[in-house]
Structure formats: structure tokens, C-alpha cells
């Protein structure tokens, strides 16, 4: 339900100043994903897909609780801001080591997990002893997983190595102080940690009413785009929206005849408790009548992932 501002709260908002991000709300960013993957799930034809990622959505939350990952040092943020760059940029980035004790926490969870799949448990414990016995091939596929090369990607294990990373950032991200954002960042990528995005949001309420949001895959944070913009290649004159005939109200795919892409747009006036990661997920028909049309997505969603064959992650045994 929507909160209805006070009278000072009203007064105290700047309506001519467009908040340029949103970091992610630390306290309910991944159980809100659950819960929003578990209702989407109640009429999917990949309901099982859901309620596994819902599994993985409460691990991560339960891991985000206890992480604090050392964040981006006074000149790393300096250099950020003087050359207009993501302060915490994915790719390229020296990761903690404890990333992978998220990883392994995750893992374990799954594991001990009511109604997660005896293949899905499979695929933990392999990782968990490649995690002993193989670290520099995991954080090779980290590396692969975060600069989105599909062909270096084990489809079944990168949606947990993909949990794992979402937590690091997020935890990164949730304690960042947006002033010492740069006044700019490069078009198209997230401002704080240089992900792409998976969708973006058309907000309600408050400050952010009406505006579109891109959302970033990694870290949870959003970060705001003028509406009718292509969001791969800022064209305004070619962007078209397409919808599944009867299908929800809530979800169109934006198109680009510039640049033949497509990201997914959410609108929260139709239905306020959308989550970009979750309904991306739950919404793979569109996918198809997009790639039918001759539409190519811009990027991926970070909990599915293809083989080369091009099957998707809940076909690779996850079921």
C-alpha cells in the first residue's frame, strides 16, 4: 500500500529536482524479490524456476544481514568523481575474498533448504567443493558472470555465483553515500557499480512519481532515464512498446529499431508491487515474441542464464 505523505513532507519535497539514483534498501531488497518471485509464480509455466530463485532470494537476504565488505577507498572514489566513473565498478574490480564465503554461505542454505530440487542441491555441493578445491576457476567464472560472457558460463552454477556477487555489491551499494556519486556517469550503465540494467521501473509516490528508473542487475540500485529513450543507445525516435495481448497490464518490452534491442519496462501505477529482477524472470514469453520480432535483449537477467545451445538455466538440471 502506498504511504500518504504528511503536509511537511509535501512541503519538504523539491518537485523540480529529479532524484538521479536509488540505492537499494539493505533491510528488504532480496526478501521483497522473494516474496514477489513466489506470487509470480502461482500462475507461471516456470513455477518451479521461480520458487527456486525465491529459495535464493532468502539466502541472500539472510547473508546481506552479517556482510561487511571493505568499501572503495578516499581515492578510488576521487578518481571516480574526476573522470565521471562508477565509484564501485564491477568489472575490473578487486573483490574481497569474502565474496566467496557468501558464496559458500548461500550454498549451505540451499542445501538445508525445504523444496529446493535434489538437482538444484546437486549443483551447490559441486560448487561448494570447487570452492575447496578449484577458487581460481570460480573466481574465473565470476569474473565471466559480471562482463556477461555467456560462453565462459556454467548456465546451472552462474545463477549462484550471480547471488553471491548481487550480495557483495548490494552490500556495497545499500552503505554508499550517493553525494559522492559523480555529477555524470557513461550512459547506460549503473552509476554506482557500472552493471547493466535488467529492466527499468516507472515509479510512484513521492520524489520519484512518474519517472523511470533503470535498474541494475548487480547492486539493486536505480538510477534515472528520461522516458521514450532507448536505454542501449539513447535513441528517441525509434522506440516502440509491445505487450502480450491480454497479458498484464504492468509489463511492456521497449524497442529500439536503431539499435534492434529491447529492455523490459514496468509500470508501478499498474501494479505497485513489480521488482524488476523477479518479473524479468517470470515474464519469458515476452522474451520470445521479442526475439520473434527480430528484437535482441541489451542484456541479461543474472539468475538465468543459457548453455550455447542456447537452453535456459532451468533446463541445465535446476528442476
Not at 4 to 27: F, K, M, W, Y
Request: charged content about 25%.
Amino acid at each position: 500500500m502506498q504511504r500518504i505523505l504528511s503536509r511537511g513532507e509535501i512541503e519538504d519535497l523539491d518537485h523540480n529536482s529529479i532524484a538521479r539514483v536509488r540505492l537499494p534498501t539493505r533491510d528488504s531488497v532480496f526478501a521483497t524479490r522473494a516474496a514477489r518471485l513466489r506470487k509470480l509464480a502461482q500462475d507461471s509455466p516456470v513455477a518451479d524456476y521461480l520458487h527456486l530463485m525465491a529459495h535464493v532470494a532468502d539466502a541472500q537476504q539472510a547473508v546481506l544481514a552479517g556482510c561487511q565488505a571493505p568499501g572503495a577507498w578516499t581515492q578510488q572514489i576521487e578518481r571516480a568523481q574526476a573522470h565521471g566513473m562508477p565509484p564501485l565498478q564491477a568489472v575490473g574490480y578487486r573483490r574481497d575474498p569474502l565474496w566467496t564465503g557468501l558464496l559458500r554461505q548461500i550454498l549451505m542454505r540451499l542445501e538445508m533448504t525445504a523444496g529446493v530440487p535434489a538437482e538444484a542441491i546437486e549443483v551447490c555441493r559441486d560448487l561448494r567443493r570447487a570452492l575447496q578445491e578449484q577458487p581460481d576457476a570460480i573466481e574465473a567464472m565470476a569474473d565471466a558472470v559480471l562482463a556477461e560472457r555467456d560462453g565462459e558460463v556454467d548456465s546451472a552454477a552462474a545463477p549462484f555465483i550471480a547471488a553471491a556477487l548481487q550480495v557483495y555489491w548490494t552490500d556495497l551499494a545499500g552503505r554508499f553515500d550517493a553525494r559522492q556519486l559523480p555529477v555524470a556517469s557513461p550512459f547506460g550503465v549503473c552509476a554506482v557499480c557500472g552493471s547493466l540494467p535488467v529492466a527499468s521501473v516507472v515509479r510512484v509516490g513521492g520524489q520519484f512519481d512518474g519517472y523511470r528508473y533503470l535498474c541494475c542487475a548487480l547492486c539493486a540500485s536505480e538510477w534515472h532515464l528520461v522516458r521514450v529513450t532507448c536505454s542501449h543507445c539513447e535513441d528517441t525516435e525509434t522506440v516502440a512498446y509491445h505487450a502480450i495481448e491480454g497479458g498484464a497490464q504492468a509489463i511492456r518490452a521497449e524497442s529500439c529499431d536503431k539499435c534492434h534491442t529491447y529492455r523490459k519496462i514496468f509500470y508501478q501505477e499498474q501494479d505497485f508491487d513489480v521488482e524488476p529482477v523477479a518479473d524479468d524472470l517470470a515474464s519469458l514469453m515476452l522474451d520470445v515474441l521479442m526475439g520473434e520480432a527480430g528484437y535482441m535483449r541489451a542484456s541479461g537477467n543474472p539468475l538465468l542464464w543459457q548453455d550455447e545451445d542456447g537452453e535456459g538455466g532451468e533446463q541445465a538440471g535446476m528442476l
